[in-house]
């Protein structure tokens, strides 16, 4: 599998050659407030994983979590733990469809916000 995305302004691009683990979205406090929602992420090996542009910075709220943001446009891109030693996780909403993946779980819901919620939400395809 290769995979590819990038920032908002294009600064920061990335390539995934290796197999990646489908979406896990996160809804913990630390990554509400990073994202200003919840994490969607997918996740491969460190190794499997080319970054190129020099905005690439990255934030540790704790010791031995960071969150990787461009520093330009300040979309967030990536997450790295300790406890994931040989692997980064990968924001989701920066992948360059189409990715083969698929929302499979959500972590820590009883940490998201009250206003998230689906019941009785109109969809739309695209903004009117």
């Keep these: 599998m290769k995979l590819s995305g990038q920032c908002l302004c294009e600064e920061v691009q990335y390539t995934v050659e290796g197999p990646a683990r489908d979406i896990i979205n996160c809804h913990c406090t630390r990554c509400r407030r990073s994202t200003g929602h919840y994490m969607a992420a997918t996740q491969a090996k460190r190794e499997d994983v080319t970054v190129r542009g020099g905005t690439l910075r990255w934030y540790a709220p704790v010791e031995g979590t960071e969150y990787g943001f461009c520093e330009r446009c300040g979309s967030t891109l990536f997450w790295r733990s300790e406890r994931t030693a040989g692997s980064i996780s990968i924001a989701?909403?920066?992948?360059?469809?189409?990715?083969?993946?698929?929302?499979?779980?959500?972590?820590?819901?009883?940490?998201?916000?009250?206003?998230?919620?689906?019941?009785?939400?109109?969809?739309?395809?695209?903004?009117?």
Aim: charged share 25%; aromatic share 14%.
């Design 92 to 128: 989701a909403g920066t992948l360059t469809p189409p990715t083969g993946l698929k929302t499979t779980k959500a972590i820590f819901v009883d940490f998201g916000s009250d206003y998230h919620v689906y019941d009785d939400v109109e969809s739309f395809p695209e903004d009117t």
